[in-house]
């Protein structure tokens, strides 16, 4: 008869009490549940890096118009491009480093230093007299910005295995209405003078400096998370060497559950080889960190489309609508996606998956995009609607997206590579978003000049451009180019 084997006694987890990791790992392991406080922080944090990315792009067209760097009508698009553009061009030289400082030194330091560059950088972009300080405040406003990453791997390692998906759930949530609030912030309170005269002066500060109130409530919005950042508990495992006679950090790292003892001992170099494993040889991480560029590109170029063609006049094919009037396109998009992240979209992935998941996304959205040209022929009310709808409908299949790759490229890297990886995926990403704005105001620029073409003409070759974009990342969610990881780390580490 075969002799069941059954250890005597269960592996001991080992931890340390000057690490911050082992304390948190201590307190999850104590605490089941969902750990509301620190998603909280989570949700804070990601909103406040994802408020001042798109917040410019309902008043960017009338910004460059008053900073008279165009020297016609439809050359605004083409400016507007570059200044939306620098700040992902920042992001995406210095994420890396920000991903491999938080894996030496820690999560906190790097949220809470991207927070604060966000308070500076943002309120000095409202104070722009020039198009290169506008600019310039832009990039470095996404050079000192590494929030993304390690907010990222954060949400996946502040609690139990079980509820890592909501955690990453929950920072596209947050990006995604951080992308549609901010907008809306920046319609509702670009200009407050001319569009608020009984409680701005002309010769007021705002008055001055007409897109300073969006970006200072923001701005103060930070300053405010940055406070509460004083609560916001580290993740990293951090051992001193040779502490009773174990080895170093990594050697003890146990990424959301303390430290294996036995394990560490038994097999250090297979755990070495694991540590040392190349980022760029993972397949199922750099296959989801591709797809999820094509589609940043998409994004990023549709959120400076969509005001730039809503508020150009209609002899270019625009609806001549004001920067409040995106607002309140853009708000009302924040709430339903609120919604839908918060009630229907764990339904969905439980169903259907990431990848599939996004296939859906991504399919749906060539429809609706190829839609949006004709709704120019419409005026009134049920344009209104309309537009409304589509903003919605748009940003639901993009945060779907998004969040299913997401989730990918968080179950393909342990925890010591988190870090790391999450800055590949947003230097990646942050170069495709840099190239999105320029591009897209330049083809915006080009269109509106081609009125009377026989084929695509005006905003229908903008759309276009859109809808092959989407179609390219539709195809690359299917094998062999999109691998699923062959190990769930979120699961085992």
């Known amino acids: 008869m075969a002799e069941n084997k059954v250890p005597l006694l269960p592996k001991r987890k080992v931890y340390f009490d000057d690490c911050p990791g082992c304390r948190l790992a201590q307190r999850i392991e104590s605490k089941p549940g969902i750990p509301y406080i620190e998603f909280l922080y989570v949700w804070l944090v990601t909103l406040c890096t994802a408020l001042p990315i798109s917040s410019l792009f309902p008043f960017l067209y009338f910004m460059i118009r008053d900073l008279h760097i165009a020297k016609r009508e439809e050359d605004i698009g083409f400016y507007a491009g570059?200044?939306?553009?620098?700040?992902?061009?920042?992001?995406?030289?210095?994420?890396?480093?920000?991903?491999?400082?938080?894996?030496?030194?820690?999560?906190?330091?790097?949220?809470?230093?991207?927070?604060?560059?966000?308070?500076?950088?943002?309120?000095?972009?409202?104070?722009?007299?020039?198009?290169?300080?506008?600019?310039?405040?832009?990039?470095?406003?996404?050079?000192?910005?590494?929030?993304?990453?390690?907010?990222?791997?954060?949400?996946?390692?502040?609690?139990?295995?079980e509820y890592q998906a909501i955690g990453v759930s929950l920072v596209s949530t947050a990006w995604g209405i951080g992308l549609v609030v901010g907008p809306a912030i920046g319609g509702f309170f670009a200009q407050p003078a001319e569009n608020f005269p009984s409680i701005f002066a002309e010769d007021s500060l705002f008055g001055r400096f007409p897109y300073l109130l969006p970006c200072l409530i923001i701005s103060i919005f930070a300053a405010c998370v940055t406070i509460t950042c004083i609560w916001l508990p580290e993740t990293l495992h951090m051992h001193k060497e040779s502490q009773n006679g174990y080895g170093t950090v990594e050697a003890l790292e146990a990424c959301?559950?303390?430290?294996?003892?036995?394990?560490?001992?038994?097999?250090?170099?297979?755990?070495?080889?694991?540590?040392?494993?190349?980022?760029?040889?993972?397949?199922?991480?750099?296959?989801?960190?591709?797809?999820?560029?094509?589609?940043?590109?998409?994004?990023?170029?549709?959120?400076?489309?969509?005001?730039?063609?809503?508020?150009?006049?209609?002899?270019?094919?625009?609806?001549?609508?004001?920067?409040?009037?995106?607002?309140?396109?853009?708000?009302?998009?924040?709430?339903?996606?609120l919604v839908y992240q918060l009630s229907i979209y764990p339904l969905l992935e439980k169903t259907f998956g990431p990848i599939v998941l996004s296939r859906i996304g991504a399919a749906l959205t060539i429809p609706l995009i190829a839609s949006f040209p004709f709704l120019a022929m419409l005026s009134g009310a049920v344009l209104f609607v309309l537009i409304n709808c589509g903003s919605l409908l748009k940003n639901i299949f993009s945060v779907s997206i998004i969040t299913?790759?997401?989730?990918?490229?968080?179950?393909?890297?342990?925890?010591?590579?988190?870090?790391?990886?999450?800055?590949?995926?947003?230097?990646?990403?942050?170069?495709?978003?840099?190239?999105?704005?320029?591009?897209?105001?330049a083809v915006f620029s080009w269109a509106q000049k081609r009125q009377q073409a026989s084929f695509l003409p005006g905003d229908h070759m903008v759309f276009f451009f859109a809808n092959v974009i989407v179609f390219i990342g539709f195809l690359m969610t299917f094998r062999p180019f999109l691998v699923p990881p062959n190990v769930d780390y979120t699961i085992i580490s």
């Not at 050079?143 to 390692?157: D, H, M, Q, T, V």
């Not at 297979?270 to 590109?297: D, H, T």
């Not at 870090?419 to 978003?433: E, H, N, P, T």
Request: charged residues 15%; contains cysteine.
């Open 82 to 161: 570059f200044v939306g553009a620098s700040f992902m061009l920042g992001r995406s030289l210095t994420s890396v480093l920000w991903g491999l400082v938080a894996d030496r030194y820690g999560r906190k330091p790097v949220i809470v230093f991207g927070i604060i560059s966000v308070i500076i950088f943002n309120t000095l972009f409202g104070l722009s007299t020039s198009y290169w300080m506008a600019i310039l405040t832009r990039f470095l406003l996404g050079a000192l910005n590494g929030l993304l990453g390690p907010i990222k791997a954060y949400a996946a390692e502040v609690c139990r295995p």
């Open 256 to 337: 959301s559950n303390g430290s294996d003892s036995k394990e560490s001992n038994e097999n250090p170099e297979g755990r070495q080889q694991a540590r040392e494993e190349s980022l760029l040889k993972n397949w199922p991480l750099m296959s989801s960190i591709i797809v999820y560029c094509v589609f940043s590109l998409y994004d990023m170029a549709f959120t400076e489309i969509l005001p730039l063609w809503a508020e150009s006049d209609r002899k270019f094919g625009g609806l001549n609508y004001s920067s409040q009037d995106v607002g309140v396109i853009l708000a009302v998009s924040g709430f339903g996606l």
């Open 404 to 441: 299913g790759l997401f989730i990918l490229q968080n179950k393909a890297v342990p925890q010591h590579q988190r870090g790391a990886a999450s800055g590949i995926a947003v230097a990646s990403q942050s170069l495709f978003k840099a190239v999105a704005p320029a591009g897209a105001g």
